[in-house]
């Protein structure tokens, strides 16, 4: 650990403060220091001395400016951001043949409780706590397995992750538990008589106990929150925390809004006279799911207020699906015919940016169907999925180039077949359209009245969902829930979560195996979901994603879609990014919105985004893409960057603006890239400021899981993320689907019971297709088909040579071209399972994920003592899975509604939080044994015993203490047998 002091000092023309490393003053800050200060800034009026002992390398320590303050820093921090990525990217791009490394992070909630009166409240300890035990851990280093501590939002939260990486041997998943453990077992030892630490992802009564909600006591409100719930105290005490905290709040110019929709239950006040289209069951009954499309309450808020919210719904009928395709969800990309409406006019020439020609582009014909989005502040401009642009008519407006047409409006253009998609074209089930015949390689040329003939067969109106009408006042009802209202970004970064981070090979593993984590993001997140409480209420959801994503919404009025005259009117603020009128379709805590990896790099091909599943509109900082393209930065990336830049930095310290060096440090590319929060987090390799450094290469961080209450389950999903990702790679698979179908997965995942009940949108063929399954007059078939059908599979073909399979770099062939196979709905490359079948198989062409790790494990001949233990927590998963075993968050409902005292009114009481937090508890420490959570899967009972070595210490004891120790031993039996026998 290294003191950091940032010495604030009030003289005229001399400089805001100075960092001083204080490495060389072990004892604290000295007498000598102090004097030196003294005469330094003997002119001054005062000067004040803030410390932190923290490690090294956590959380930047000085003194955060105001949000006024900050602003006219902001844009020198976005673009210096953007220089520090370029200068690292160059440096570290090369990098390769670095070895699996992967770690995770537990979060842990400390809490109160008064057994007398069944109350349990917040320990506002967390920082006492973690000194303690990152002291012990310095007095034990030389453990091998040991832990790091390190601060988190709330002054009751601590996180843990391994001192070291785990690296990538079969018997190092064995470590992952084992280290779990060890961490409860330290955590044991510094909890006080009457605290306790259970692996929960939430306080149930967080926000619900007003002034009496902590100990020691703190009041509601505060400058930093503003909340009616929660007070400022509770904010971890650290100076990034509530600097984050007000800065949101002041940016959105509001209050963040959380509106969870509420569990209804037989006595909930909220829903007795409420009229909505939505059924007792949240929904439309059978077995659609409630949807809570998390992150767009504003137009629900502004019509029924703070304790509502419409919801949507997950029907699975065909007509609902194309409904659903059609719905008004700008958050998608569009589709877009070229249509030149000159004379001899072929097509248009993409635009490398808005009117800047890219000659050396194959260009779109007329007939070419293409997906891009309007961009909202150059009007007349779309920017398309691949990252070139186009115009949507002639400067002055008379000659149309572009139309939007329907999403069920498709063609096969020559593009794709150069592309080398490896799966083949299914026939789509409904309003297929004719494709044009090709001329000469390219889209023939439709006129003008023959296409609006086809385009008139797929009617919008047709496949709009059906209206629901309260048909006794005549008006349209939508599906409204009462709300659990929570108003401050400790609700959401209050709840605690499982992360994994691995390292990869290189840049483009990372990249790969960040696309296709983005894919399995909502599958693990609803098979772990544990967030059914929320401010002593019972909600009508199952995880905490959609809550922090609400609680961290910085984005203004504008920049959320709102145009009434009050929010645009003087909303302009020519500090922020994009002067904070750019839309921005989500939260800085959500979903990916765009693939990173690249793909094929054809000369003819690299100056566009290659990946076909990118189907949302992607809002970027337009002059940085082109810097990062300038700079040689690939198009998918350059995106990828541009889009994490458009938001502004949250925190800026004194004195680490413009004295960064933007060639050697990355502050300000991580001060944006930290708090874009979404479920994948790609990380470049971090400066080395010191040869003794430790390497570390590119990484790629998962986020979405939540927290179990056992550490047998938490190693169980950390293994069986480790290890899917190493079947991806080692049998080349591909888990690609569009991003919207990725943003639908994320919205049923928070859905009641989503694990058990929902079915998401999954890849249908992982690897490509060969001879069997119907195409287009070809029949092609799953290489897996044999084998799920029980047959022999075919021997190995020994002849086989790599070299038809990788490139020179090594890197498969068929990975590279996996962004270009065909992906789109209408291509039928995915569809909806159920969480069953996405881990045990569907059919004969879906083999599941758990028999390809089992594959696995079986190719790369894991140790049998392993193999047990990998196979007990692939079970769990897969009981999981099927429903016969359930997740904490249905649990925790169920004894909530099982409680004596709970009168189904939707309310968790402090008797009932009481007793479901002592009995998370005693399930996490293997005291209590709950057969719905874990079937017969059982552990041995945690304690502090074995928490720290003990030391074989000679120091002189006392003559008292040693007379009174013998004493318990010189009568023992044992020795008299033995002495009777000499």
Same mark, same amino acid.
């Given at each position: 650990?290294?003191?950091?002091?940032?010495?604030?000092?009030?003289?005229?023309?001399?400089?805001?403060?100075?960092?001083?490393?204080?490495?060389?003053?072990?004892?604290?800050?000295?007498?000598?220091?102090?004097?030196?200060?003294?005469?330094?800034?003997?002119?001054?009026?005062?000067?004040?001395?803030?410390?932190?002992?923290?490690? &090294?390398?956590?959380?930047?320590?000085?003194?955060?400016?105001?949000?006024?303050?900050?602003?006219?820093?902001?844009?020198?921090?976005?673009?210096?951001?953007?220089?520090?990525?370029?200068?690292?990217?160059?440096?570290?791009?090369?990098?390769?043949?670095?070895?699996?490394?992967?770690?995770?992070?537990?979060?842990?909630?400390?809490?109160?409780?008064?057994?007398?009166?069944?109350?349990?409240?917040?320990?506002?300890?967390?920082?006492?706590?973690?000194?303690?035990?990152?002291?012990?851990?310095?007095?034990?280093?030389?453990?091998?397995?040991?832990?790091?501590?390190?601060?988190?939002?709330?002054?009751?939260?601590?996180?843990?992750?391994?001192?070291?990486?785990?690296?990538?041997?079969?018997?190092?998943?064995?470590?992952?538990?084992?280290?779990?453990?060890?961490?409860?077992?330290?955590?044991?030892?510094?909890?006080?008589?009457?605290?306790?630490?259970?692996?929960?992802?939430?306080?149930?009564?967080?926000?619900?106990?007003?002034?009496?909600?902590?100990?020691?006591?703190?009041?509601?409100?505060?400058?930093?929150? !503003?909340?009616?719930?929660?007070?400022?105290?509770?904010?971890?005490?650290?100076?990034?925390?509530?600097?984050?905290?007000?800065?949101?709040?002041?940016?959105?110019?509001?209050?963040?809004?959380?509106?969870?929709?509420?569990?209804?239950?037989?006595?909930?006040?909220?829903?007795?006279?409420?009229?909505?289209?939505?059924? !007792?069951?949240?929904?439309?009954?059978?077995?659609?799911?409630?949807?809570?499309?998390?992150?767009?309450?504003?137009?629900?808020?502004?019509?029924?207020?703070?304790?509502?919210?419409?919801?949507?719904?997950?029907?699975?009928?065909?007509?609902?699906? @194309?409904?659903?395709?059609?719905?008004?969800?700008?958050?998608?990309? *569009?589709?877009?015919?070229?249509?030149?409406? $000159?004379?001899?006019?072929?097509?248009?020439?993409?635009?490398?940016?808005?009117?800047?020609?890219?000659?050396?582009?194959?260009?779109?014909?007329?007939?070419?169907?293409?997906?891009?989005?309007?961009?909202?502040?150059?009007?007349?401009?779309?920017?398309?999925?691949?990252?070139?642009?186009?115009?949507?008519?002639?400067?002055?407006?008379?000659?149309?180039?572009?139309?939007?047409?329907?999403?069920?409006?498709?063609?096969?253009?020559?593009?794709?077949?150069?592309?080398?998609?490896?799966?083949?074209?299914?026939?789509?089930?409904?309003?297929?359209?004719?494709?044009?015949?090709?001329?000469?390689?390219a889209m023939g040329q439709l006129k003008a009245e023959a296409l609006m003939q086809e385009l008139s067969k797929v009617s919008l109106e047709e496949l709009k969902p059906a209206v629901v009408h309260d048909k006794s006042h005549g008006n349209h009802l939508e599906r409204v829930r009462a709300a659990i209202h929570m108003d401050a970004m400790a609700f959401g970064m209050g709840c605690c979560c499982l992360q994994v981070t691995f390292q990869a090979?290189?840049?483009?593993?990372?990249?790969?195996?960040?696309?296709?984590?983005?894919?399995?993001?909502?599958?693990?997140?609803?098979?772990?979901?544990?967030?059914?409480?929320?401010?002593?209420?019972?909600?009508?959801?199952?995880?905490?994603?959609?809550?922090?994503?609400?609680?961290?919404?910085?984005?203004?009025?504008?920049?959320?879609?709102?145009?009434?005259?009050?929010?645009?009117?003087?909303?302009?603020?020519?500090?922020?990014?994009?002067?904070?009128?750019?839309?921005?379709?989500?939260?800085?805590?959500?979903?990916?919105?765009?693939?990173?990896?690249?793909?094929?790099?054809?000369? @003819?091909?690299?100056?566009?985004?290659?990946? &076909?599943?990118?189907?949302?509109?992607?809002?970027?900082?337009?002059?940085?893409?082109?810097?990062?393209?300038?700079?040689?930065?690939?198009?998918?990336?350059?995106?990828?960057?541009?889009?994490?830049?458009i938001r502004d930095p949250l925190v800026v310290f004194s004195g680490a603006v413009e004295e960064i060096d933007d060639e050697t440090q990355t502050e300000h590319f991580e001060s944006i890239q930290s708090t874009n929060w979404q479920t994948v987090r790609w990380k470049p390799p971090p400066p080395r400021n010191d040869p003794n450094d430790p390497h570390i290469g590119w990484r790629t961080e998962f986020r979405s899981m939540e927290m179990q209450?056992?550490?047998?389950?938490?190693?169980?999903?950390?293994?069986?993320?480790?290890?899917?990702?190493?079947?991806?790679?080692?049998?080349?698979?591909?888990?690609?689907?569009? !991003?919207?179908?990725?943003? @639908?997965?994320?919205?049923? @995942?928070? $859905?009641? $019971?989503?694990?058990?009940?929902?079915?998401?949108?999954?890849?249908?063929?992982?690897?490509?297709?060969?001879?069997?399954?119907?195409?287009?007059?070809?029949?092609?078939?799953?290489?897996?088909?044999?084998?799920?059908?029980?047959?022999?599979?075919?021997?190995?073909?020994?002849?086989?040579?790599?070299?038809?399979?990788?490139?020179?770099?090594?890197? $498969?062939?068929?990975?590279?071209?996996?962004?270009?196979?065909?992906?789109?709905?209408?291509?039928?490359?995915?569809?909806?399972?159920?969480?069953?079948?996405?881990?045990?198989?569907?059919?004969?062409?879906?083999?599941?994920?758990?028999?390809?790790?089992?594959?696995? !494990?079986?190719?790369?001949? *894991?140790?049998?003592?392993?193999?047990?233990?990998?196979?007990?927590?692939?079970?769990?998963?897969?009981?999981?899975?099927?429903?016969?075993?359930?997740?904490?968050?249905?649990?925790?409902?169920?004894?909530?509604?099982?409680?004596?005292?709970?009168?189904?009114?939707?309310?968790?009481?402090?008797?009932?939080?009481?007793?479901?937090?002592?009995? *998370?508890?005693?399930?996490g420490e293997g005291k209590r044994h709950e057969p719905t959570l874990l079937g017969d899967l059982r552990f041995k009972p945690i304690s502090t015993d074995g928490a720290y070595d003990v030391k074989l210490d000679a120091k002189r004891v006392q003559n008292s203490i040693l007379l009174e120790k013998l004493s318990r031993y010189t009568h023992r039996k044992s020795f008299f047998d033995k002495g009777s026998g000499i």
């Amino acid at each position: 650990p290294s003191l950091i002091l940032h010495v604030v000092v009030e003289k005229p023309k001399s400089p805001s403060g100075i960092f001083i490393d204080t490495t060389t003053f072990p004892s604290g800050i000295s007498p000598f220091l102090i004097s030196v200060l003294n005469q330094l800034y003997s002119g001054s009026t005062s000067f004040a001395v803030e410390a932190f002992t923290l490690q &090294m390398g956590l959380l930047k320590v000085g003194v955060p400016k105001t949000w006024d303050e900050s602003k006219k820093d902001l844009r020198y921090i976005r673009n210096a951001g953007v220089r520090q990525f370029i200068s690292t990217y160059n440096r570290v791009k090369d990098l390769k043949g670095d070895e699996l490394l992967f770690g995770d992070e537990v979060e842990y909630g400390v809490f109160i409780l008064d057994p007398a009166n069944k109350k349990i409240r917040l320990s506002l300890r967390a920082k006492e706590i973690m000194d303690q035990l990152n002291e012990n851990e310095r007095l034990h280093t030389h453990r091998s397995e040991g832990a790091k501590w390190v601060p988190e939002y709330g002054s009751w939260m601590v996180e843990a992750t391994p001192n070291a990486p785990y690296r990538g041997f079969a018997n190092d998943l064995l470590r992952v538990e084992r280290n779990m453990r060890l961490r409860r077992k330290r955590m044991l030892c510094v909890l006080a008589d009457d605290e306790i630490a259970p692996t929960v992802s939430t306080f149930p009564l967080l926000g619900a106990l007003g002034n009496d909600g902590t100990v020691p006591a703190s009041e509601v409100g505060g400058s930093k929150t !503003l909340s009616a719930y929660i007070g400022d105290a509770i904010i971890n005490p650290h100076p990034r925390f509530g600097t984050l905290t007000a800065n949101i709040r002041q940016r959105r110019g509001e209050k963040v809004y959380i509106g969870v929709p509420l569990f209804q239950d037989v006595n909930t006040p909220e829903y007795k006279d409420l009229k909505t289209a939505a059924n !007792l069951h949240g929904c439309c009954g059978g077995d659609s799911q409630q949807l809570w499309r998390y992150g767009r309450s504003d137009a629900a808020r502004a019509k029924y207020g703070d304790d509502f919210v419409v919801v949507g719904c997950s029907m699975n009928s065909a007509a609902f699906a @194309a409904a659903e395709k059609e719905s008004d969800d700008e958050t998608r990309l *569009c589709k877009w015919i070229v249509n030149v409406e $000159s004379p001899g006019c072929k097509g248009l020439f993409y635009r490398s940016a808005p009117n800047v020609i890219a000659p050396d582009a194959d260009w779109p014909r007329n007939g070419d169907i293409l997906f891009g989005s309007e961009i909202p502040n150059i009007p007349g401009w779309i920017r398309l999925q691949n990252g070139y642009y186009l115009p949507m008519h002639s400067d002055d407006g008379s000659v149309r180039f572009l139309q939007k047409v329907s999403t069920e409006f498709h063609s096969s253009t020559e593009e794709k077949r150069k592309l080398g998609a490896s799966t083949p074209l299914f026939r789509s089930s409904n309003h297929s359209l004719p494709v044009p015949p090709l001329h000469d390689g390219a889209m023939g040329q439709l006129k003008a009245e023959a296409l609006m003939q086809e385009l008139s067969k797929v009617s919008l109106e047709e496949l709009k969902p059906a209206v629901v009408h309260d048909k006794s006042h005549g008006n349209h009802l939508e599906r409204v829930r009462a709300a659990i209202h929570m108003d401050a970004m400790a609700f959401g970064m209050g709840c605690c979560c499982l992360q994994v981070t691995f390292q990869a090979q290189d840049v483009d593993e990372s990249r790969y195996i960040f696309d296709q984590l983005a894919v399995l993001a909502p599958i693990l997140m609803a098979l772990t979901a544990s967030t059914p409480i929320l401010k002593g209420r019972i909600a009508d959801t199952d995880a905490r994603w959609g809550i922090i994503s609400e609680s961290v919404d910085d984005r203004t009025p504008v920049e959320r879609g709102i145009n009434s005259a009050d929010s645009t009117e003087s909303a302009e603020q020519p500090e922020l990014a994009g002067k904070g009128m750019r839309r921005i379709y989500k939260s800085r805590y959500d979903s990916i919105s765009t693939y990173i990896y690249q793909g094929c790099s054809e000369s @003819a091909l690299k100056n566009r985004v290659l990946n &076909m599943y990118n189907d949302l509109a992607v809002p970027i900082d337009e002059s940085m893409y082109k810097d990062l393209r300038d700079a040689g930065i690939d198009p998918a990336l350059s995106q990828h960057i541009a889009h994490l830049f458009i938001r502004d930095p949250l925190v800026v310290f004194s004195g680490a603006v413009e004295e960064i060096d933007d060639e050697t440090q990355t502050e300000h590319f991580e001060s944006i890239q930290s708090t874009n929060w979404q479920t994948v987090r790609w990380k470049p390799p971090p400066p080395r400021n010191d040869p003794n450094d430790p390497h570390i290469g590119w990484r790629t961080e998962f986020r979405s899981m939540e927290m179990q209450l056992t550490d047998v389950e938490n190693a169980a999903f950390v293994v069986f993320v480790v290890l899917v990702t190493r079947v991806i790679l080692a049998f080349d698979l591909n888990l690609y689907i569009p !991003l919207s179908r990725v943003d @639908a997965n994320m919205n049923r @995942a928070h $859905s009641r $019971s989503a694990y058990s009940k929902a079915k998401f949108f999954f890849r249908r063929h992982l690897a490509p297709l060969e001879e069997g399954d119907d195409g287009y007059g070809v029949r092609f078939t799953s290489m897996f088909t044999g084998v799920n059908n029980g047959t022999t599979p075919p021997a190995p073909n020994v002849t086989e040579s790599f070299d038809d399979v990788m490139d020179d770099a090594g890197v $498969s062939l068929r990975r590279k071209q996996s962004p270009c196979a065909m992906g789109s709905d209408e291509e039928n490359s995915y569809e909806e399972m159920t969480m069953a079948e996405i881990m045990t198989g569907k059919g004969n062409y879906f083999p599941g994920l758990i028999p390809l790790v089992y594959a696995y !494990l079986d190719y790369i001949q *894991c140790d049998e003592f392993t193999f047990n233990r990998v196979s007990q927590y692939l079970e769990l998963i897969e009981k999981r899975s099927k429903g016969e075993l359930l997740t904490p968050a249905t649990w925790m409902r169920n004894f909530v509604r099982g409680h004596p005292s709970y009168k189904g009114d939707s309310v968790v009481s402090e008797e009932i939080a009481y007793d479901l937090m002592v009995a *998370c508890k005693e399930i996490g420490e293997g005291k209590r044994h709950e057969p719905t959570l874990l079937g017969d899967l059982r552990f041995k009972p945690i304690s502090t015993d074995g928490a720290y070595d003990v030391k074989l210490d000679a120091k002189r004891v006392q003559n008292s203490i040693l007379l009174e120790k013998l004493s318990r031993y010189t009568h023992r039996k044992s020795f008299f047998d033995k002495g009777s026998g000499i």
